[in-house]
């Protein structure tokens, strides 16, 4: 009779014959990239899935991160955020730092996501449109808790996310949608062909319309300011196009790229000119520096929160003040109309309250190399130029939103950036050691 230990172990290697790591960590990544912006839980069970099976890779993973800048960059943004909490002040206790320094760590984990992504285009765009459907959808089942008339009346909403959150997600969606468009145009075959393309434009203009109703409805300045400049720029880019790929579905695209630019104008005139009014008080006291006369209007507060966050940085400018300082020196401000806000809402200024310039420099390098990595793969033809576009236009609008907001420490913050810096980072991280080069992809 064979003994238990015998038994546990013809199991073990009987799981791993049939669950390979191969299989394991690419569904990790579906499930993680379908569940990022529709269900949390989910899309945290994804992210197990794929470091259960990057051990199982262990050897090899080890081998080709070894030499690999952005992981070495990774590596010390986990030494940034590890010695800022040791070294973290007492205006909050250290179970507080301990659990916003682990939000921080997860941030580090963009290599996994880059490991099974591969820097393949086929599965960029497969991992690309499972995260626009979870992000749809999760809309959508928001819906019935929405009151239509008061957004008609001018009310704001993030359809189940922050304003500022949905708006930058949209956009996004819908800047890939557009660039992404030519290609539901391409020729004509048999009739399962036609009839999916048919139903895959159907679907194409519905999301497209959905997208840009968000846009509106959060009544975000940013967002709206963003798509005046970036749409156009689109729509250039598409008329530019003479390859199979864009097709004769270029110009429609264009024009539906450029009239959705204008949109906000005409269907939220008065909105818009309201929602930029507001300020024009706080512009013309920070232009007298006049800083105490500054109103504590929706840009008043950001022009207070970034006076603040210059002087705590100034405080510890090299380590930071600890991984939670932010919301607690916030707090200890006692202005009532601070006291709901977590954040100075500024990435680089935020990141250098809580972890010094140590922080942001390590923060910088990870996008920096992910950019860096992203960009030569298109020189080199590994990567069609719409998706190169998609990717670049998403961490740079995110980018651009760091400016004056903040979602480091959120869940769909995080879960953003290690998806569009893993898939941005695969084109150097995912190539398996020993591997043929990629075939080059198709513009």
């Given at each position: 009779m064979r003994s238990p230990g015998s038994l546990a172990g013809d199991a073990v290697r009987a799981l791993r014959t049939a669950v390979r790591p191969q299989a394991l960590g690419v569904g990790g990544l579906y499930l993680f990239a379908a569940s990022a912006w529709l269900s949390p839980a989910a899309a945290r069970v994804g992210l197990v899935l794929m470091i259960l099976a990057a051990l199982g890779e262990g050897r090899v993973l080890v081998r080709h991160l070894r030499g690999e800048p952005l992981a070495w960059a990774a590596g010390f943004w986990v030494l940034a955020v590890l010695v800022s909490f040791s070294l973290a002040g007492p205006m909050a206790s250290r179970a507080t730092h301990g659990e916003a320094a682990v939000v921080f760590?997860?941030?580090?984990?963009?290599?996994?996501?880059?490991?099974?992504?591969?820097?393949?285009?086929?599965?960029?765009?497969?991992?690309?449109?499972?995260?626009?459907?979870?992000?749809?959808?999760?809309?959508?089942?928001h819906l019935p808790q929405l009151d239509f008339a008061a957004l008609a009346g001018g009310l704001r909403s993030g359809v189940g996310l922050p304003e500022i959150a949905t708006a930058e997600y949209a956009a996004i969606a819908l800047t890939g949608l557009l660039l992404a468009g030519p290609r539901l145009w391409q020729g004509s075959g048999r009739l399962r062909r036609v009839v999916w393309r048919v139903a895959s434009r159907a679907l194409w203009l519905v999301a497209g319309a959905f997208l840009v109703l968000l846009v509106l409805v959060t009544q975000s300045r940013a967002a709206w300011m963003l798509m005046a400049v970036v749409?156009?720029?689109?729509?250039?880019?598409?008329?530019?196009?003479?390859?199979?790929?864009?097709?004769?579905?270029?110009?429609?695209?264009?024009?539906?790229?450029?009239?959705?630019?204008?949109?906000?104008?005409?269907?939220?005139?008065?909105?818009?000119?309201?929602?930029?009014?507001?300020?024009?008080?706080?512009?013309?006291?920070?232009?007298?520096?006049?800083?105490?006369a500054v109103p504590y209007t929706s840009g008043g507060l950001r022009v207070h929160l970034w006076r603040l966050g210059a002087g705590w940085w100034a405080e510890a400018p090299w380590l930071g003040n600890g991984p939670a300082a932010s919301p607690a020196l916030i707090r200890a401000t006692g202005v009532p109309l601070l006291q709901d806000l977590h954040d100075v809402h500024n990435v680089?200024?935020?990141?250098?309250?809580?972890?010094?310039?140590?922080?942001?420099?390590?923060?910088?390098?990870?996008?920096?190399?992910?950019?860096?990595?992203?960009?030569?793969?298109?020189?080199?033809?590994?990567?069609?130029?719409?998706?190169?576009?998609?990717?670049?236009?998403?961490?740079?609008?995110?980018?651009?939103?760091?400016?004056?907001?903040?979602?480091?420490?959120?869940?769909?913050?995080?879960?953003?950036?290690?998806?569009?810096?893993?898939i941005a980072s695969s084109v150097s991280i995912g190539a398996p050691v020993g591997s043929a080069p990629p075939t080059p992809a198709r513009p």
């Open positions: 760590l997860w941030l580090s984990a963009f290599p996994i996501v880059a490991w099974w992504v591969r820097g393949d285009p086929q599965r960029i765009w497969a991992v690309l449109a499972l995260a626009l459907a979870g992000f749809l959808l999760r809309r959508v089942l749409l156009p720029a689109v729509a250039v880019w598409l008329l530019g196009q003479r390859t199979r790929a864009a097709g004769h579905g270029a110009v429609m695209v264009a024009g539906v790229a450029g009239v959705v630019a204008i949109l906000p104008l005409v269907a939220y005139f008065d909105v818009v000119a309201a929602r930029f009014a507001e300020d024009t008080e706080t512009v013309r006291r920070v232009l007298e520096g006049d800083w105490s680089a200024l935020d990141l250098m309250v809580r972890l010094g310039l140590a922080g942001l420099f390590a923060y910088v390098a990870m996008l920096g190399l992910a950019l860096r990595a992203w960009v030569g793969a298109r020189h080199r033809g590994r990567i069609p130029s719409d998706l190169f576009l998609i990717v670049l236009a998403a961490l740079s609008f995110d980018v651009l939103a760091g400016l004056t907001n903040c979602r480091t420490l959120s869940t769909d913050g995080r879960f953003f950036w290690l998806l569009f810096v893993g």
